[in-house]
């Protein structure tokens, strides 16, 4: 029988490894569609969602596959931290920066950078200490302090896609817009920070060692945002000048989506923060060059974007299902199980102590800036905040990976019980605290603030929201309509001010200068043999 499929495989044009790895892709894209399936059957109940399910069936064929092969390994793809930030990570940044409604996101720009960027900072240095103190007296092995600086990166990346899920954007604008805005800050942060730890130099840390680490943070900051503002821009100057859609609508698409990735792949190249990179890129495309295309390709890339993020997050936690059955990295950990267990409880005390350390405190300094109590974060509201960044998924899993394994593999003990806690722990936070998400929200929040779909799987939102100005406060501003502001405090003016100005002058250089060179809002390609060119001949 054995040499009957070796003849065949031969046949086929295949070697034995080919053949292997055939066998494994039909296998996990079977897997994707079964989650997809169950998925839409378990839409209805709403304790379920896509990252739990796939996690779920992760598990399960994780253990399949464990018993048929004797106990030899429990998954079919070995993972790569090279696939997850190069393939898998950019449609889903790209398509939350895509999708983004602006007028929110930006009208709350100053609280998300607060959570977002100074949150993570706060949580960071507190599961770092934490690290440091705690885990050092379990004596799991040698560990450098650069190791505990990228545990404190490591765990400070959320997950917050089940409590999204469960909110609306359009009946809780505020909560939802800051949970989602500081997610997305919150990843690049994270990966910023993790990949400045690389660089530092941890032999004598001195103040100026310091201050070139924070100087590093802000350069890379700085330079990634500019580089997505610039790509999506480039990308709309040309799609605009060279009416694409007048030959064919699947070269716009096409130019689109390569544009898209090339700003990811660019900041990789220069050693920038791709995540922030592809994010802003696809504000500025939705903003400008989404408009510059013909309808029918505004449809295309709508989805487009939508489903390729929706199928690399589910491959990925259908993925961290199955590794953490993995068989090779619990053997180091067999003899001391309650090492493990221990580590994993601290860290899962670290998130939770440096979640709570900055949201309480920085929602206070936001309501200082708001004038209006339904501006104002709610303690309800602040609480939902704290438990939507208590799950912790795809990002740890890679950023623990590339810091403690080689190629998807470990074989120094120490390394082997980070990597394994780091599974417990977003196995726990996603399943756990993802399954006691929605009757939390129901207890904090009232019925109606509560989403009637899954966000995840329902259409993606509504080419409306891509005709708000990028940073526009609405038609009917009090900075429009003349009306008189109550005199803030000192405080108050200080916060308040400045970003109402950034606004308003932007505004006008946006209408002036920015729409009128690279489209946007109101500009209408004009494509031969279109209802556009008919409407126009019928009124000559």
Not at 340 to 352: D, F, N, P, R
Not at 430 to 456: A, C, D, N
Not at 474 to 489: A, K, V
């Amino acid at each position: 029988m054995v040499g009957d499929l070796g003849s065949v495989v031969m046949k086929l044009g295949f070697s034995a490894s080919d053949y292997q790895s055939v066998v494994s892709i039909n296998i996990f894209v079977t897997l994707l569609c079964a989650c997809i399936v169950i998925g839409h059957l378990l839409e209805e109940n709403r304790w379920m969602n896509e990252s739990i399910t796939a996690l779920v069936i992760g598990l399960c064929t994780g253990f399949v596959i464990l018993l048929t092969t004797q106990g030899k390994s429990s998954h079919i793809l070995v993972f790569s931290e090279d696939l997850f930030f190069i393939y898998l990570l950019p449609p889903i940044i790209f398509n939350a920066g895509f999708q983004v409604k602006k007028k929110q996101f930006f009208r709350n720009f100053m609280t998300i950078m607060l959570f977002g960027a100074i949150g993570t900072l706060i949580s960071f240095i507190i599961i770092s200490l934490g690290a440091m103190g705690l885990i050092r007296k379990l004596d799991i092995g040698l560990l450098e302090i650069g190791d505990y600086l990228a545990i404190g990166a490591i765990f400070s990346a959320t997950d917050s896609v089940c409590t999204l899920q469960v909110l609306n954007q359009d009946e809780t604008p505020l909560l939802y817009s800051l949970v989602f805005g500081e997610g997305v800050v919150n990843d690049a942060t994270s990966v910023v920070l993790f990949n400045a730890i690389q660089n530092l130099d941890l032999g004598h840390i001195d103040a100026l060692v310091l201050l070139k680490f924070v100087g590093n943070f802000l350069y890379l900051f700085t330079t990634s945002t500019f580089l997505g503002a610039f790509t999506g821009l480039l990308s709309a100057y040309i799609i605009k000048k060279l009416y694409f859609g007048r030959h064919s609508t699947d070269r716009e698409v096409a130019l689109m989506i390569l544009m898209a990735y090339l700003s990811y792949m660019l900041a990789e190249l220069l050693d920038l923060s791709g995540i922030l990179t592809v994010f802003f890129c696809g504000i500025v495309m939705s903003h400008y060059t989404w408009h510059n295309v013909t309808e029918s390709s505004r449809i295309t890339t709508k989805h487009a974007f939508a489903t390729l993020s929706f199928i690399a997050e589910v491959f990925l936690f259908l993925y961290v299902g199955m590794d953490a059955l993995d068989i090779e990295k619990w053997k180091f950990v067999s003899n001391s199980p309650g090492k493990s267990v221990t580590l994993s409880a601290i860290l899962l005390g670290l998130v939770l102590i440096g979640r709570a350390a900055f949201v309480f405190p920085l929602s206070f300094l936001s309501n200082l800036s708001k004038k209006s109590p339904n501006e104002k974060i709610t303690f309800n509201q602040q609480v939902t905040i704290w438990w939507a960044g208590l799950m912790r998924g795809a990002v740890s899993i890679a950023l623990a990976y590339n810091k403690f394994t080689r190629s998807g593999h470990t074989h120094l003990p120490s390394n082997a019980t980070m990597i394994t806690s780091t599974i417990t722990v977003v196995l726990f936070s996603t399943m756990v605290f993802g399954l006691m998400t929605k009757p939390l929200v129901r207890l904090l929040l009232p019925t109606r603030h509560l989403s009637r779909s899954v966000s995840i799987t329902s259409e993606p939102s509504s080419p409306k929201s891509f005709l708000s100005p990028l940073l526009g406060n609405g038609q009917h501003s009090e900075l429009e309509t003349g009306q008189s502001i109550p005199r803030p405090t000192s405080l108050r003016m200080l916060l308040t001010t400045p970003s109402r100005s950034v606004h308003h002058y932007w505004r006008k250089f946006d209408d002036a200068f920015m729409r009128p060179m690279f489209g946007g809002r109101g500009f209408v390609p004009f494509v031969p043999g279109s209802p556009t060119e008919r409407s126009l001949h019928g009124g000559e």
